[in-house]
T-cell receptor
Framework: EDQVTQSPEALRLQEGESSSLNCSYTVSGLRGLFWYRQDPGKGPEFLFTLYSAGEEKEKERLKATLTKKESFLHITAPKPEDSATYLCAVRTRSGYNKLIFGAGTRLAVHP | GAVVSQHPSRVICKSGTSVKIECRSLDFQATTMFWYRQFPKQSLMLMATSNEGSKATYEQGVEKDKFLINHASLTLSTLTVTSAHPEDSSFYIC????????????FGPGTRLTVT
């Protein structure tokens, strides 16, 4: 069964304290891994898509990387406005256009 | 680009009534739209996949007669919760895939449904 696991469940950082969020997956043929940011009471906002191991993408303080088993979302020198829930999702060979979401990591960045 | 809207953002209805939620892709065409449900502090659960001009595909355990989905155009899909009950109260979110691009899904802002 296709599965996506995110860790940690929650993370508290001081402003400027860099860290990484993990998304591990067990799927039958990865056809894309997606990172989203979700603020409370709002829909997810698209961040990145990664398709193959070794691929990396960056946007401001965020950098996403992908291996054959997991993806990391690195946050460099975070600011309070980076506080949100970060969701990881995968598209699989057997799932057609569907995305399977992990439970998310709730990030809180304190000044 | 890739903006998806939902209407209404919040709705309160009485038990037994029906509620319609609209999802629109504003600046792109979407042959496929998705409907999700999200409970507090939980992740998104896919309810159904909606394809323009054809019947929706429902996930296991989702009652298709209760959650009616219509995708009549390339920019509009609707979800109707029929005979709503308090247990249907939830945050409903739609997403759309740009027909001309890759497989990213762009999400609407969500609709908070409360059934009293």
């Amino acid at each position: 069964e296709d599965q996506v696991t995110q860790s940690p469940e929650a993370l508290r950082l001081q402003e400027g304290e860099s860290s990484s969020l993990n998304c591990s997956y067990t799927v039958s043929g990865l056809r894309g891994l997606f990172w989203y940011r979700q603020d409370p009471g709002k829909g997810p906002e698209f961040l990145f898509t990664l398709y193959s191991a070794g691929e990396e993408k960056e946007k401001e303080r965020l950098k996403a990387t992908l291996t054959k088993k997991e993806s990391f979302l690195h946050i460099t020198a975070p600011k309070p406005e980076d506080s949100a829930t970060y969701l990881c999702a995968v598209r699989t060979r057997s799932g057609y256009n569907k995305l399977i979401f992990g439970a998310g990591t709730r990030l809180a960045v304190h000044p | 680009g890739a903006v998806v809207s939902q209407h209404p953002s919040r709705v309160i209805c009485k038990s037994g009534t029906s509620v319609k939620i609209e999802c629109r892709s504003l600046d792109f065409q979407a042959t496929t739209m998705f409907w999700y449900r999200q409970f507090p502090k939980q992740s998104l659960m896919l309810m159904a996949t909606s394809n323009e001009g054809s019947k929706a595909t429902y996930e296991q355990g989702v009652e298709k007669d209760k959650f009616l989905i219509n995708h009549a155009s390339l920019t509009l899909s609707t979800l109707t919760v029929t005979s709503a009950h308090p247990e249907d109260s939830s945050f409903y979110i739609c997403s759309a895939r740009d027909s001309g691009l890759s497989y990213e899904q762009y999400f609407g802002p969500g609709t908070r449904l409360t059934v009293t």
